[in-house]
């Protein structure tokens, strides 16, 4: 009995890491994901009567500093009930992370079913938001349908909004409605294949998501990747990489001729650029611009309290608000850049505590694997554009820190674990 349902928690957290991107897939608000890690706590605690904690200070750190940043938004400062509101969902939200931490922390250390798991799932989870994207895009490109649309918002009525279109251009998300969601994705599928078809796939979907923290997050990639290549420069490059340079160079042909896909991704590209250099950039640019560039302005505005310990979770919007009356509509949002984001959110000391749990994670995931390091180091690039970290993303963050810990190689399981 203890081995079944060992097993059976073993699946339901496979559906957990498939899901953890897949944002789209809802209940009344609630994702799939985060009711598949309620089921896998659940079902330790009350079929195998295990409860598992967490004796990571980094991440328990983080946790209670996002408590703490809860209580100081309720009892000590005057945010509006809505965005109070906001900060406690997204702490609840967060509980059940914590808890599946717990778990694979410590059934990974002589359990290697959970990597094997994990890296199925991950590559799963990979492959479905990439073919998906190509999909998206091809029905768009050729029927004009906006296939998210249609399927998940007039069907089956899972999410109100399942699309992004900016300047009337879709820009495909995958199961999203952004396509930052594909920005860590494309980094981390991009390492975790070893086949060079999937990792064009990786460069595809960057492309045509049309997102620019995705673009320089592949870009990165692509980078390190030839730094490795030129350091072996003195070994014969394999046959198997000749043909899909091939395959590059005609679908790069195909879509120059056929869409305006390389037009939009210069366009990004001299965006972002534009966003730090020069005062004159589309609104989005100048807003991420202002958000760096405010941060001066807000502390003076904050009390001491909201400085050190932040506005609560999901409120970084709100001295920006105040500020410029920017997104005046919205209950409660957060800034579009990880790093003021967590700043604003979790205070000062919030925002040491996240970025020493992931520099930890990127100095010790060296010695593992360089690829770990690498997919990280990325990680923690991408949030200097846009806010990736979302629950999703902080959990394969946790999931690739507790492999590491435990010194366990998700990249390269065939040869270690099976």
Not at 114 to 127: G, P, T
């Amino acid at each position: 009995m203890k081995t079944n349902s060992k097993s059976i928690v073993r699946y339901i957290f496979f559906l957990v890491v498939v899901f953890s991107t897949l944002v789209i897939f809802q209940v009344r608000n609630l994702t799939y994901f985060v009711i598949l890690e309620s089921v896998v706590v659940l079902l330790n605690v009350i079929v195998r009567r295990k409860l598992f904690f967490l004796p990571d200070r980094k991440i328990n750190i983080i946790y209670l500093l996002l408590c703490v940043s809860l209580l100081n938004s309720y009892l000590f400062s005057s945010l509006p009930n809505s965005f109070k509101r906001g900060a406690l969902v997204q702490f609840i939200i967060l509980i059940p992370l914590w808890l599946i931490a717990a778990y694979i922390y410590n059934e990974c250390k002589t359990d290697n079913k959970i990597i094997e798991y994990a890296n199925k799932a991950l590559k799963i989870m990979c492959c479905l938001q990439f073919i998906w994207c190509v999909f998206q895009f091809g029905t768009y490109a050729i029927l004009k349908v906006d296939i998210n649309d249609q399927v998940f918002v007039q069907i089956l009525g899972l999410v109100n909004n399942a699309s992004f279109f900016k300047y009337k251009i879709l820009q495909p998300s995958g199961f999203s409605w952004h396509p930052s969601t594909l920005a860590p994705l494309v980094v981390l599928g991009f390492f975790l294949f070893s086949s060079p078809y999937m990792k064009i796939l990786c460069i595809i979907t960057a492309l045509l998501s049309r997102n620019g923290t995705a673009i320089i997050g592949i870009g990165l990639a692509l980078f390190v990747s030839i730094i490795e290549l030129a350091k072996k420069r003195n070994k014969r490059i394999p046959k198997m990489y000749f043909l899909p340079v091939l395959i590059i160079f005609v679908v790069g042909c195909v879509l120059f001729l056929c869409t305006n896909i390389f037009d939009s991704v210069i366009s990004q590209i001299v965006s972002l650029i534009s966003r730090m250099l020069t005062s004159t950039a589309e609104i989005s640019a100048m807003a991420h611009k202002r958000y760096y560039s405010s941060y001066p302005l807000i502390i003076k505005n904050s009390t001491v309290l909201q400085t050190l310990l932040g506005y609560g979770e999901g409120c970084s919007g709100y001295p920006f608000t105040q500020l410029y009356g920017q997104a005046l509509s919205y209950s409660s949002w957060s800034v579009e850049s990880d790093f003021i984001n967590i700043l604003i959110s979790r205070g000062v000391f919030g925002f040491v505590a996240f970025y020493s749990f992931l520099t930890s994670a990127i100095w010790k995931g060296i010695k593992v694997n360089k690829k770990y390091g690498i997919v990280l180091s990325i990680f923690l690039l991408q949030g200097i554009t846009y806010n990736i970290q979302t629950d999703g993303v902080f959990f394969i963050e946790v999931l690739l820190y507790c492999f590491i810990v435990r010194e366990k190689d998700i990249f390269d399981i065939d040869k270690k674990y099976k």
